[in-house]
């Protein structure tokens, strides 16, 4: 299998490969010599089992990399097809739509991407796919929950987000109190902004 490296995070390096004929991408979490090395061979070990996971259930509700081989501190998983939202002039009506719906579903199930903007949505033609799992987490928490629309939010134009709010409301089991949470925390953050300005 020939490996060649796309791209470097903080935390893992991404490569492409044919993993038995299927267009597949590699994700390998490097180690971090500046920690003890047993924490760090935990952490990295513990947090490629929870992507994987959290990858497995994702990808059988929406469109997200399905997981093919899990190692270590590795997963191999299937190439999703598309061009990333955030090189694009923008997101589109229909596809804040379609990201709103994959949130819900997410969220609908106990998964928090925990990096849910643009530069982690696939357009192809008529499909929206959402990737980079690498933050993500299990939580009931509708706080966390509002973290995930609030980057959603950051990410795409006023009128996108009034479309992708509207397909969430709809979607999501808890989008009141999620929405609600959401602005309770961007009120906390104006206040934030405002004693900072005043010292």
């Not at 959290?54 to 093919?68: E, M, V, Y």
């Not at 998964?111 to 690498?134: C, E, P, Q, R, Y």
């Not at 959603?152 to 134009?157: D, F, L, N, T």
């Not at 992708?164 to 104006?190: D, H, M, P, T």
Request: some cysteine; glycine content about 4%; hydrophobic content about 40%.
């Amino acid at each position: 299998m020939a490996l060649k490296k796309i791209a470097e995070g903080a935390e893992a390096d991404i490569y492409t490969l044919n993993f038995f004929g299927i267009d597949s991408v590699m994700k390998f979490r490097r180690p971090k010599p500046y920690l003890v090395k047993e924490i760090e061979e935990s952490l990295r070990s513990v947090r490629t089992k929870t992507e994987a996971r959290i990858l497995s259930k994702a990808s059988a509700i929406t469109n997200a990399p399905k997981p093919l081989f899990v190692s270590k501190y590795g997963i191999i998983m299937e190439k999703l097809p598309g061009l990333q939202a955030s090189k694009m002039p923008s997101l589109g009506s229909a596809n804040a739509e379609r990201a709103a719906l994959i949130l819900a579903k997410l969220h609908n199930v106990g998964i928090i991407h925990g990096d849910f903007t643009k530069a982690n949505l696939l357009v192809s033609n008529d499909m929206l796919s959402v990737i980079d799992f690498g933050l993500s987490y299990f939580s009931s928490s509708p706080e966390d929950m509002a973290f995930d629309v609030l980057l959603a939010k950051r990410s795409i134009s006023n009128s996108e987000y009034i479309r992708f709010r509207a397909q969430y409301s709809k979607s999501c089991f808890k989008s009141k109190v999620v929405l609600n949470k959401l602005e309770e925390i961007e009120r906390r953050g104006r206040y934030q902004n405002r004693s900072l300005d005043t010292k």
